[in-house]
């Protein structure tokens, strides 16, 4: 068992059930990239929607040239 440190019982549930999930969400990746076919499916689909967020947008590089390389 973790040493949570003297923190309340809600508060170590709360944090073993957020590690939990994010171990579940890396379990999924996993599984992920180890199906090609699905693996690209996912990758072209993230491409749509990261295209779609961005529509209308101005260019970054050029809203902050400071830190562009």
């Known amino acids: 068992m973790r040493d ?10 709360k944090r073993l059930v957020k590690e939990h999930k994010i171990n579940r969400i890396m379990r999924r ?8 076919e699905e693996s690209a ?7 749509l ?7 209308g947008l101005p260019d970054a590089g050029e809203e902050y040239p400071e830190y562009s390389r």
């Open 4 to 13: 949570f440190h003297g923190v309340t019982l809600g508060e170590a549930v």
């Open 29 to 36: 990746y996993e599984e992920l990239r180890a199906d090609p």
């Open 41 to 47: 499916g996912y990758r072209a689909e993230a491409r």
């Open 49 to 55: 929607t990261d295209n779609a967020a961005g529509d």
